[in-house]
């Protein structure tokens, strides 16, 4: 229940060169460094519910930890696969469909932040977000 509530994102880590080395052009990486990403995460067990909005989009994603599941990323990357929790941390082991290569995300709450970091082909960068 620890990342139940709306989550705003506030700063970023290397993110422009996360994004780059995904494939996203640099028109859409200066868009969606300043994307207003707000979260809403809801934990019912092993179930989550996550509505994202944006300036450039809605979703909402639903899933079981350990169940393997199909995300499309905002520049229409596709990808499969699995949150677990290890400890405190939620834990994605993501491939995309395209390439295969593997995409790793982690959300953890850190001095009052939701933090989610990605590792991508060698670049690691994060997300921070404030809970309103």
Do not use: P
Request: net charge neutral.
């Amino acid at each position: 229940m620890t990342f139940n509530g709306t989550w705003k994102a506030e700063r970023n880590e290397n993110y422009d060169k996360f994004m780059e080395q995904l494939g996203v052009n640099a028109v859409k990486r200066k868009l969606a460094s300043h994307d207003n990403l707000k979260l809403i995460i809801q934990q019912d067990g092993n179930k989550f519910t996550i509505k994202e909005s944006s300036t450039f989009r809605t979703k909402d994603t639903e899933f079981t930890l350990g169940v393997a599941f199909d995300y499309t990323l905002a520049d229409g990357t596709e990808l499969n696969g699995s949150w677990v929790c290890e400890g405190d941390k939620l834990v994605g082991k993501f491939a995309r469909k395209d390439n295969s290569k593997e995409l790793l995300t982690t959300r953890e709450i850190i001095g009052g932040e939701l933090v989610q970091a990605y590792s991508y082909d060698g670049v690691d960068a994060k997300r921070f977000f404030k809970k309103e």
